[in-house]
Every structure is written in C-alpha cells, then in structure tokens.
C-alpha cells in the first residue's frame, strides 16, 4: 500500500488530502510546521527519513490574498523556494517514487487569453501584485521536470484555481478573497452593521474550487497523470467579485449594502483555467460555488461558537 506524507497537513488543501486518504482507509502521515520548518533542509530531510513515503503531496506554502502578497514578496518567494526545494531534494536524496507539487493559477500572464491553457505559461508578464509568489511555483514546476528528465523521477505538477473551504485563513487583511469576506459578512450580520466594504471595483472574475474537491483530484492525478508539464485542476466556471460577495451576503443572510473600495486592486482581470485536460482524464469537480460556500460558512461559525478558529 502506498505510504502518503502529506506536507501542510494542517492547512486549507492538506487537511483535505489528509481526510480523503483516510476515508479511504490509505496509509497515511501528515505533516505541518510543529513537526518540522520545511524552510530548513536539516529538519526537512529528518522529517522524510523518519517516515520514508513512497508517495509526498506538497500542500505546504505560504500563501495569502492580494495585500498580503504585494506587502511582503521577499518572504513569498524565499519562503516557498526553500520549502519546495528542500522537500523535492529530501524525496530524491531517500528515493520517493511519487511527489505531487501544487502550483497555482497566479503563474499564468495577467493578460492570458481565456480560458487559460496550460501551455499558456510563460507567455507574457505576470500580475505584478502576486509575481513574486507566482514565481517560486513557476520554479517547482521547473524543478519536477528537472527531476524527471535527469533522473527518471515520476513526479508531477499540478495547478489548482482559487481553493477555499474548511481551514482556511479567514483574516480580513491575510486571508484570501472567500475566507475575508466570509470573516466580513459574518461580522456586519452580528452588529447589524449597513455596509460591507469589498476591496476592488468588484469587477474581476474568478473561478473557485472546493478543497474536497480538490483532494479528489490530487489523489486522482497521482495514480493516473505521469507527464512533466502542469495540469490545471478547477472548475471551468468563473464568476465576478461582486456576484462573489452578493451570493456570501446572500447565504449569511446579510441586509446591508455591499460597498466596493476602488483604493484597492483587482488583480488580474479574469482567470478562468481551461480544465479539459484533466477532465479527458476522468476527473471532474463536483461540488457547487453554493454549496461549498454553505459548507464552508457553516464550518466557519462552528469553530468561532466553540471558539477554536477565529
């Protein structure tokens, strides 16, 4: 039986990959950084030989919304450089004969024609607020067809769209664009507040998957995608931040109106991935934008009643 070790177990995507393995009764371990500072090579190379995987699901990085990507793009990209390079090299140097490595969507041009095609990489200029960011994945991505070429390494990249669900970061200032208005939405119904201000013209559009679904799809690809380029995982369906926030409201069950800052940025205009790759596969998402979105709020309001994840 494949050993999985999950990186960034505690997290938004390896608490789901972790949860799935062990529905299905797969022998799995997962990882976060009480057990090990994956920035370090040292203790990243411990980690792996303690528990010898044949299989590492990298769902550990550091991540964030907007403001918090364009505010700190040193410790974006040193960070997430350190910590898949260290795995990658630590799964080579103990002979692992699977790494799934998660990307993201943001590697793709801020221009890119749409739907984004996975060969569209590189085409054009990033968006400049998650470069730095977008670039350490650029990087894994290089690295795994690195170790596939040198080394026959039957490892794989993939490329999810914008994730959210149970574990997220629900920050208002760090916290991704779901999770913050979640946090924002929640709060105004409390205190009867009028407004709620949305950052940006409300104009951009994105396209959303559930965590769940996700670790479907990861646990997917690794037994039926072997190929070095990057696979796009998402959804196939956008929609635009305002009707973003107006469904949150709408399920929160908020009265107010809903304001649009236009001091903050957009980011990228639109990024809608093209997934018919990995849906020729045999995969497709199957949660809804409203139904992931009820489960996630409903989760969200559990832990802040029993005060364990504000």
Not at 8 to 33: C, F, H, P, R, Y
Not at 142 to 147: A, G, H, N, T
Not at 246 to 252: A, R
Request: hydrophobic letters at 40%; a negative charge.
């Amino acid at each position: 039986m494949t050993k999985f070790l999950v990186a960034g177990a505690t997290g938004l995507v390896g608490s789901a990959v972790l949860d799935k393995l062990n529905e299905s009764g797969q022998a799995a371990v997962g990882i976060s950084s009480r057990d090990a500072d994956l920035r370090n090579f040292g203790a990243t190379l411990e980690v792996i030989k303690k528990y010898r995987p044949t299989c590492i699901i990298d769902a550990a990085a550091k991540v964030g919304g907007i403001k918090y990507n364009n505010d700190f793009p040193v410790e974006f990209l040193l960070d997430n450089l350190a910590i898949q390079n260290n795995l990658m090299q630590a799964a080579h140097q103990f002979d692992v004969e699977k790494f799934v490595f998660l990307g993201s969507s943001c590697i793709y041009p801020k221009f890119s024609a749409q739907p984004i095609r996975e060969e569209y990489l590189m085409t054009g200029p990033l968006e400049s607020t998650n470069s730095a960011y977008a670039m350490a994945k650029i990087a894994g991505i290089e690295l795994i067809k690195s170790y596939r070429r040198q080394y026959g390494r039957r490892w794989i990249s993939l490329m999810p769209t914008n994730i959210f669900g149970p574990f997220d970061n629900f920050s208002e200032v760090t916290g991704h664009v779901i999770p913050a208005l979640i946090t924002k939405f929640v709060r105004a119904r409390e205190l009867q507040e009028d407004t709620v201000e949305v950052w940006g013209t409300g104009n951009a559009r994105r396209e959303f998957l559930f965590s769940q679904d996700l670790a479907e799809s990861i646990l997917f690809c690794a037994d039926n995608y072997d190929n070095g380029e990057p696979l796009n995982i998402g959804t196939g369906k956008d929609l635009s931040i305002k009707e973003l926030a107006e469904l949150i409201s709408k399920i929160v069950e908020f009265k107010g109106e809903i304001v649009f800052n236009h001091d903050y940025p957009d980011g990228t205009p639109r990024k809608l991935l093209d997934v018919s790759r990995v849906n020729c596969l045999g995969w497709k998402a199957s949660t809804t934008l409203e139904d992931g979105l009820t489960t996630t709020i409903k989760w969200y309001l559990d832990q802040r009643r029993e005060g364990l994840r504000l």
